[in-house]
């Protein structure tokens, strides 16, 4: 007989397995079950200590958030001191730091002896944490290094910082200090979120780390995307190892992050080959850093060398050139991309920006320019990182010179002069239709336009999209400045006579061009709808058409209001696909190529997953009638059971209709009542009905993708096909394809001259496979190469 656990056993369970999960999932980077089955273990606690309020400990998974926003914050006095740490910026500072730990020890050592802990400096906000007995009781920032504020509340919302530690063997009581960042991603989500509700957008992920953890509202904190890694400790009373990596690995024992980049390594030429290593790997990391930080691992040397000033001894960051500096805004022009947007430029005063001279910068679009205030003159701050097209991201007010101009849009385009219009944006909420204006100005020149239609070619033909090989920028330039090409269509009919008259083509050249071209004309209907450069529509979107709605007819024909029941299609980009499909020109275009025998393969009907895909209840709720939310629709759609019946409801029907009040009943009459709502809701339906996604459409069997959820890389060269093809074949069979190896992925599949991610697959003990692997694997699951 099996006996039914106590509330209090039920609760202590439960919060075990969350802890367990949430330490698989911020620190390990191994989440070992569905967001799913998280979410319902989550909700059972919350449920129980609802019921069970007695039960409830600060140290529970669902106290991480809780009460009223603060006043104010309080300070902290730090008992240790947050010291900062002395620089150096180049190899002679790092030599001459070494010599000094050296000469400052007691005892002679050798350059070889001393053992250096090397970690990323990463560009954050410094905080200290202080457990006692193991709980969490106070979050500070470092402040001036003596006193900080309290920002306790805020620092319990980071889901990587654990509330009790974990294992035994802990100080009774334990500072622990380290850095609150944000990754690269995080920072992005994050602006494109602030954009869309009109809040304030961040300049780096170093300004978003800070705003968020300085917020008042502990509840904003917990909505942005902060994580935690420690680097070191101040106060502590009980035992702890005694080298600077020992107490790092004790930490990471005890729950908390430390950086997967730290090493242990020997004298100075070590430090320096981490440091050069890193550089080169810096663009790639998923977080900025700005330098390596270097501590004399053994504690007892440290303890020797102490401190000088307001620095240790025994530590420095070693810094990469600078990322962002000062310039003068000389100018600002308007280029012209291969979808007419109008893009500002910025041309600046040369400057030396992480190591690179930078003249110009992306301004992205005129709301941009609105947002930062930027006028023509101003000094402004410019950041670049990695590879990165450098961007203007802060004026600096107070140098605006007297005469500073402007910035104004070019009312006719700078290549070809036709009109510039801004785009416009159409929402229907609540049963209106709304107007506004969109961020992106166009010409409207089209192909008349020959930066637009230079840029359309190119893209057209790029390996990701028709993939056609030899006709690189120089060559398509010259097809439209001689006036052979004036749309993608006429790829298709060049001939032999033409392209051997072309600069630089002989009569092999020539076949392999019209060869290449030839080849090109079976691509998958992904390329091809990637291919054709709709505005928006990048390599996953594309595919994502192509595999829900399994025709060029279908995604021709399909209406914004039902592009937005796919995934992650929102109203803009729907708007823009269905335009697309709809200009008059476009459909010319596209119409010429199926005649010049281009022919998109792999059409069929819509995804399994999307037949009978959307409810009656779903669709009512997305009419966005007034005073009908959600459960109303649902009581709508349960009530009458199809879209006619509601339409055309009465008054004594309506209130029937359980718990349906009469403002809510007003809405709907007079949402229907208009005929042009009522003939555009039926249109939707119809296509709806004619796409098989209708609620009453016949659902259709779902087979298991054989890779579904499964992570793979792919690194080195492949001979049988190049990597593109190969991830099309592994996304084919339900695969995530990344570009970096992490404890997630799945598998490697590994060619000649695989580097660092075959390296890493091998130290996190991920499956690999060689080329003759993977075709295998494709053989076995029907996909023949």
């Known amino acids: 007989m099996t006996l039914t656990p106590s509330p209090a056993e039920r609760v202590q369970a439960l919060r075990d397995q969350i802890n367990e999960h949430n330490h698989r999932y911020y620190v390990l980077d191994e989440p070992s079950v569905p ?121 319990r919302t980071i889901r990587n910082i654990p509330l009790r530690l974990r294992g035994e063997g802990w100080p009774r009581v334990l500072e622990v200090r380290g850095e609150v960042y944000m990754t690269k991603a995080g920072f992005e989500q994050l602006n ?50 005694r080298t600077q990596v020992g107490i790092l690995e004790a930490l990471r024992g005890w729950g908390l ?109 005129m709301d941009e320019v609105a947002r930062l205030g930027v006028m023509i003159g101003d000094t402004v701050i410019i950041r670049r990182a990695g590879d990165v097209i450098p961007q203007v991201m802060q004026v600096v007010a107070e140098r605006r010179p007297a005469d500073a101009q402007p910035v104004e849009v070019p009312r006719a385009c700078p290549v070809c002069g036709s009109a ?56 398509v330039e010259q097809l439209v400045e001689i006036g052979y090409v004036e749309s993608p269509a006429d790829l298709y009919r060049l001939t032999y006579e033409q392209v051997l008259g072309l600069e630089g083509f002989a009569e092999i050249s020539t076949k392999n061009l019209l060869g290449a071209i ?19 529509v990048g390599e996953e979107t594309a595919k994502l058409l192509a595999r829900a709605l399994g025709s060029l007819e279908r995604i021709s024909q399909a209406l914004p209001e039902v592009l937005v029941y796919l995934p992650d299609i929102g109203a803009e980009v729907a708007h823009e696909i269905h335009t697309f499909f709809t200009d008059e020109h476009n459909t010319k275009v596209i119409s010429e190529l199926l005649e010049r025998g281009v022919e ?15 409810s009656l209840a779903e669709f009512l709720a997305r009419l966005e009638i ?14 009458f059971g199809s879209l006619p019946a509601i339409i055309d409801a009465d008054w004594l029907e309506l209130k029937r209709v359980d718990r349906f009040n009469e403002k809510a009943q007003a809405s ?26 209708h609620w009453e459409s016949p659902k259709a069997r779902v087979d298991h993708l054989p890779l579904a959820g499964q992570t793979w890389v792919l690194t080195g060269t492949l001979e049988t096909f190049s990597r593109d093809v190969a991830k099309d074949h592994l996304e084919a069979l339900g695969a995530k394809v990344a570009g970096s190896v992490s404890a997630k992925t799945h598998c490697v599949v590994a060619g000649p001259g695989a580097g660092s991610k075959l390296a890493k697959a091998e130290q996190l003990g991920v499956n690999v496979l060689d080329e003759q692997g993977l075709l295998a694997l494709l053989t076995e699951h029907g996909i023949q190469v």
């Open 35 to 155: 967001d799913a089955e998280y979410d319902r273990l989550f909700n059972e606690l919350k449920r129980l200590e609802a019921e069970n309020p007695d039960l409830i400990l600060p140290d529970s998974p669902t106290q991480r958030v809780g009460g009223a926003p603060l006043s104010a914050f309080g300070t902290v006095a730090h008992d240790v001191p947050m010291l900062s740490l002395g620089n150096a910026f180049e190899e002679q500072d790092m030599l001459d730091f070494d010599r000094r730990v050296r000469e400052g020890l007691d005892s002679p050592v050798d350059a070889e002896q001393i053992e250096y802990c090397c970690e990323p400096k990463l560009d954050g906000l410094a905080v200290s944490l202080l457990y006692e007995d193991g709980l969490l009781t106070r979050g500070a920032t470092r402040g001036d290094g003596t006193t900080g504020e309290d920002i306790t509340a805020n620092v």
């Open 192 to 241: 494109e979120r602030q954009r869309e509700t009109g809040g304030k957008t961040f300049a780096n992920p170093r300004n978003a780390a800070a705003g968020s953890l300085r917020q008042l509202d502990s509840n904003i904190t917990a909505n942005r995307p902060l994580e935690f890694c420690c680097y070191g400790i101040g106060r502590f009373e009980g035992e702890l190892p």
């Open 257 to 365: 992050m430390i950086s997967r980049e730290l090493k242990l390594v020997s004298g100075v030429e070590g430090c320096l080959e981490y440091y050069r290593d890193l550089g080169e790997r810096r663009a790639d990391l998923t977080y900025e850093i700005d330098g390596v930080v270097f501590k004399v691992n053994d504690l007892g040397y440290q303890r020797e060398l102490g401190f000088r000033s307001r620095e240790p001894r025994w530590a420095i960051a070693h810094k990469f050139p600078a990322s962002e500096e000062l310039t003068e805004l000389l100018d600002v022009e308007f280029q012209v991309g291969r979808t007419g947007a109008i893009t500002p430029v910025a041309r600046l005063r040369p400057v030396q920006v992480a190591g690179v001279t930078v003249s110009n910068a992306t301004l992205h679009n």
């Open 420 to 475: 510039v219009e801004r785009t416009q944006l159409v929402k229907r909420s609540r049963g209106r239709e709304t107007v506004s204006e969109g961020a992106v100005y166009r010409c409207i020149g089209r192909l008349a336009c020959q930066a637009q239609l230079k840029q359309a070619i190119i893209h057209f033909v790029s390996r990701r999209a028709m993939d056609i090989d030899g006709l690189g920028e120089r060559i």
């Open 518 to 536: 030839h080849e090109s004309r079976h691509p998958s209907l992904a390329r091809f709808i990637y291919a054709l450069g709709v505005p928006d």
């Open 600 to 614: 998109p393969q792999g059409q069929g009907d819509i995804a399994p997953e999307f037949a009978a895909y959307v």
């Open 626 to 639: 007034a005073n009908v939310a959600r459960t109303g629709s649902e009581r709508l759609a349960s009530h």
């Open 668 to 693: 709907l009459r007079d949402y229907f009542g208009d005929q042009a709502n009522r003939e555009r809701v039926l249109r939707v339906e119809q296509q709806l009905r004619d796409f098989g996604m």
